[in-house]
């Protein structure tokens, strides 16, 4: 068995590896900014949103695809401040994630234990002095959830290069490469990361 590595998107400027990392850590570090709001810290309010859409802007992929999920993602971080209630906003946000991450339709199944979650935890809190619990746990479920997202997408990219590789005769590529939807004939890969924008 040959070494794997997912596809990266072409992008019009800058890595796609660094633009991954940048972008993801702005959107989380964004949403995080935005759900510290309080009678104190008012100015997180403009801040959050603002570096969590600088996010959405860097992170790799089809532009329109990130401009789509950015309004409802940021509207999804705003409604985190309205305590354990809201909970289920973690839902918006992992869509919005898969999404502008190209992932196969498959892959949008994770959302279901993120909203299973969310009626959990709005049964268990009901103080707003607990939504830091229910921040703290529904990130958590939701990274689980972005990580089993990306292991079906992996599953499902290295069907379609093996079905490639068969039709191409068997033919043996280089490893981490070839398998690559992008790199075998990325276009018949629906909903890959090969938009340029």
């Not at 958590?140 to 069907?159: K, S, Y």
Request: hydrophobic letters at 55%; glycine letters at 10%.
């Amino acid at each position: 068995m040959t070494d794997w590595c997912e596809p990266t998107p072409r992008v019009g400027w800058g890595n796609p590896r660094w633009r991954y990392g940048v972008g993801l850590v702005l959107i989380v570090l964004g949403a995080t900014a935005t759900t510290l709001t309080s009678t104190y810290s008012l100015w997180f309010l403009w801040l959050g949103p603002l570096v969590q859409l600088l996010g959405w802007l860097v992170l790799p992929g089809a532009l329109w695809r990130r401009l789509l999920v950015a309004l409802p993602c940021l509207l999804a971080a705003l409604v985190l401040l309205a305590g354990p209630d809201f909970v289920g906003a973690f839902a918006v946000l992992l869509a919005g994630w898969l999404f502008a991450r190209h992932r196969p339709a498959l892959s949008f199944v994770v959302v279901l234990p993120v909203i299973v979650m969310s009626f959990v935890l709005k049964a268990a809190l009901n103080e707003y002095g607990q939504n830091w619990v229910g921040l703290l746990i529904g990130a958590l479920v939701t990274v689980l959830c972005a990580w089993i997202g990306r292991a079906l997408a992996v599953r499902r990219w290295r069907r379609l290069a093996a079905k490639r590789a068969a039709a191409d005769g068997g033919a043996t590529h280089p490893p981490g490469r070839a398998t690559a939807p992008e790199t075998v004939g990325a276009a018949s890969a629906p909903g890959h990361p090969t938009d340029p924008e």
